[in-house]
């Protein structure tokens, strides 16, 4: 899901450009097969009423719609209508498959044209050949263009038609040109000396004129080089590239910290950016499949413009992230800073997306596989979070953005949406980013950005874990839907059948109630993601341990084992309280998220 926010209190506030104050815009990616609009407003409209009572929401052709202040507020309700394209394709093969099927679309004379609208499907269409026009996909096909009605394109001669082409009869006294278009010239008359001279002289002045545009050219290339050139170097400064040059040496910067890449490396490293090197796309941008020339594979992401971008925070983000150095989080190996919006460069992680795996059947992920995954991302968080000196809030935690290696290694990916917190504070003041369904319910409402919201996230990825359900569908949230069944005892409904079984289900019962503390609609309740990474790996050990679940210890063994019981730092090896269940429960009480429908505005387009 993807949208925008529009904020205005008067008119004068309005922008003449639909950047976000009266007005806001959002990209349709590639593939979309159907798409659902919602409006609204968190003040229906109270404090505008005199020049905007309504809101308006439309697709429309990329430059086809001019956003003014004067006049779009009023005239939106006349407008006629706004052209859009639709793009489609037959099947779900390409022409080579088509070809062999029996209801191959392509009549008579035309071909087939390979058509890839989405990462996962590929079709084709079909057109009519040269020389021909009209439907392809009728029974008699395209139909023969008679170019000798159409226009007589034989000058000093007679035209003769002929299927999908056309020859010209030259005049006495003329002759074939011998080009294409076929088109007669006149016969040069043998022994005149005359004509001779003539075309000596007009050879002299063609080859003048050749020489002077062939100059000209070389001269015009030069200067649109060296413009080429000026602009490399200005968005290099805009972008910081001083600035992260500079920094990148106070931090022992290197190639083995972060490499500043050129344009032309990263164009020929993804065939200029070829269709077929798309690895995926998102609202923050679109990530392409890289060879460098050592040939190592890479990610290169491309951002959406749109924004600028300031460059001290770019550059601090970048040399924050290329200092990171945890199996769990995607490498930065560096960026490329002489474009108008920066270019970053990850390392290349080959097993798809935990999403992918989860909800598109690529594989069948095991429990102890899912919990392993949890506890990788849980612990990559909690190292965003608390252990390197500027800590860095994700601010888009889902299965999407959760990669996976050969060896199912989860790698926290993505920083498009992230941000760095300085020090001493706790909360950031920010636009609301993020996607639907993993959005923190408190900083919807609040803009108030803390660790606390990559915490729910990652609730909602734990919820995904267990059930095997999307965190977002037919306009329910699956975190409503979870806590729901937990306070009314249904647990065992919601879980995935193929996952959990007799031998597990103590286990997923307690990460369960993990992902409940998680998604506690107050931040300050929730648990830190550095607990929940230790919650998590303690139940992992002793789920593998050999004493097995149901182990009973005297008390003088468990005296021994875990210390003395007025030990202030000891405490259960799963992590907070017990209740009477034996369910590790969280060390507070308050607010779940069943108050999330109430919290979250409904088609708010965030």
């Given amino acids: 899901m993807t949208g925008c926010m529009s904020i205005c209190d008067n008119l004068d506030s309005v922008e003449q450009s639909c950047s976000g104050v009266g007005c806001c815009l959002t990209d349709i990616p590639r593939g979309l097969e159907n798409y659902t609009v919602r409006l609204d407003s968190y003040y229906n409209h109270t404090y505008i009423l005199d020049f905007n009572p309504c809101s308006y929401a439309f697709i429309v052709e990329e430059g086809k719609f001019t956003f003014s202040p004067n006049t779009s507020f009023n005239d939106l309700s006349n407008t006629e209508e706004l052209p859009m394209i639709l793009n489609w394709e037959i099947g779900e093969g390409p022409c080579d498959e088509a070809q062999k099927k029996d209801d191959y679309a392509c009549k008579a004379n035309s071909k087939c044209v390979n058509r890839t609208i989405s990462d996962e499907l590929s079709g084709y269409i079909c057109h009519c050949q040269p020389g021909y026009q009209g439907n392809p996909y009728l029974p008699d096909g395209c139909q023969?263009?008679?170019?000798?009605?159409?226009?007589?394109?034989?000058?000093?001669?007679?035209?003769?038609?002929?299927?999908?082409?056309?020859?010209?009869?030259?005049?006495?006294?003329?002759?074939?040109?011998?080009?294409?278009?076929?088109?007669?010239?006149?016969?040069?008359?043998?022994?005149?000396?005359?004509?001779?001279?003539?075309?000596?002289?007009?050879?002299?002045?063609?080859?003048?004129?050749?020489?002077?545009?062939?100059?000209?050219?070389?001269?015009?290339?030069?200067?649109?080089k060296r413009k080429f050139m000026k602009l490399k170097e200005k968005y290099f400064k805009e972008n910081g590239g001083l600035l992260l040059l500079q920094k990148l040496a106070n931090h022992g910067g290197s190639v083995e910290t972060t490499k500043i890449f050129t344009t032309e490396e990263l164009e020929k490293a993804t065939n200029n950016y070829h269709e077929s090197r798309v690895l995926g796309e998102g609202g923050y941008g679109t990530v392409y499949k890289g060879v460098l020339l050592d040939n190592k594979v890479v990610a290169i992401k491309k951002s959406k413009g749109g924004t600028s971008i300031q460059s001290e925070q770019f550059v601090n983000e970048v040399v924050v992230l290329s200092q990171i150095n945890h199996r769990n989080v995607v490498k930065l190996l560096g960026c490329c800073l002489e474009t108008a919006v920066p270019l970053l460069v990850y390392e290349f992680v080959t097993h798809g997306t935990l999403y992918e795996h989860i909800h598109r059947k690529r594989s069948l992920l095991s429990f102890e596989l899912r919990m392993k995954i949890a506890v990788e991302t849980a612990g990559a968080l909690a190292y965003l979070h608390s252990s390197i000196s500027t800590p860095i809030i994700?601010?888009?935690?889902?299965?999407?953005?959760?990669?996976?290696?050969?060896?199912?290694?989860?790698?926290?990916?993505?920083?498009?949406?992230?941000r760095l917190v300085p020090s001493g504070q706790t909360e950031i003041q920010t636009l609301v980013l993020g996607t639907y369904g993993y959005l923190d319910p408190e900083y919807l409402q609040s803009n108030q950005l803390t660790e606390k919201s990559d915490v729910y996230s990652f609730g909602v990825v734990l919820v995904e874990l267990l059930t095997s359900k999307v965190a977002f569908s037919n306009d329910r949230c699956l975190a409503s839907i979870f806590v729901s069944s937990m306070d009314e005892d249904c647990l065992k409904q919601i879980l995935d059948g193929a996952i959990v079984n007799e031998g597990n289900i103590e286990t997923a019962e307690n990460v369960a109630s993990i992902a409940k503390r998680c998604l506690r609609v107050k931040g300050e309740e929730r648990p830190t993601m550095k607990e929940v990474a230790m919650e998590l790996e303690g139940m992992t050990i002793m789920a593998k341990h050999p004493w097995g679940k149901n182990a009973m210890f005297c008390p003088e063994e468990n005296e021994y084992l875990l210390g003395s019981p007025s030990d202030s730092n000891v405490m259960d090896v799963r992590g907070g309280d017990r209740d009477s269940s034996g369910l590790t429960t969280g060390m507070t009480t308050g607010y779940d998220s069943m108050q999330i429908q109430m919290l979250m505005p409904r088609g708010d387009g965030r």
């Fill in 394 to 418: 994700h601010r888009d935690v889902k299965a999407a953005n959760i990669l996976l290696d050969d060896n199912y290694t989860a790698k926290v990916s993505d920083f498009g949406a992230s």
């Fill in 144 to 224: 023969d263009i008679d170019e000798c009605k159409v226009s007589n394109p034989c000058t000093n001669g007679r035209c003769a038609n002929s299927p999908g082409s056309y020859s010209c009869l030259c005049d006495k006294g003329y002759r074939s040109n011998g080009t294409n278009d076929q088109s007669c010239i006149k016969e040069i008359p043998k022994n005149q000396p005359e004509t001779t001279l003539l075309l000596i002289v007009s050879l002299s002045i063609t080859g003048g004129f050749l020489v002077l545009f062939v100059g000209i050219s070389w001269i015009c290339s030069g200067i649109k």
